[in-house]
C-alpha cells in the first residue's frame, strides 16, 4: 500500500491539550480517526507525532494527501 486511504475529504477539528502529544493516523485505515489505531501494521505508512504548544483547535488532515501533515492544508479541494 503506497497510497493512503481517504478517511474524508474534510479536516477534523479537534481540541488539542498543550503539552500533550497526538499520533496522527497517516494511513487512512484507523478506526480512531484522525489517531493512530495501529491499522498501519501492514502498510509502510507510520503515524506523524503532532506535539501541541498550545491549548487550541487544530485542523488534522482528513483526506491523508496533505503537504503539512499532520494537519489539513486544503489538498482535500483537488481530490
Known amino acids: 500500500m503506497s497510497t493512503p486511504v ?3 475529504k ?14 496522527w493516523c ?3 485505515k484507523s478506526a480512531k480517526q484522525p489517531f493512530c489505531d495501529g491499522s498501519h501494521a501492514d502498510t509502510t ?6 506535539a501541541a504548544t498550545e ?9 491523508k ?4 501533515q499532520p494537519l489539513c492544508d486544503g489538498s482535500h479541494n483537488t481530490l
Open 6 to 8: 481517504i478517511a474524508q
Open 65 to 68: 494527501h496533505s503537504n503539512k
Open 55 to 63: 491549548s487550541r483547535k487544530v485542523f488534522f488532515c482528513g483526506c
Open 26 to 28: 497517516a494511513c487512512g
Open 45 to 50: 505508512f507510520k503515524p506523524v507525532k503532532y
Open 10 to 23: 474534510t479536516p477534523y477539528g479537534i481540541d488539542v491539550e498543550a503539552g500533550k502529544s497526538y499520533f
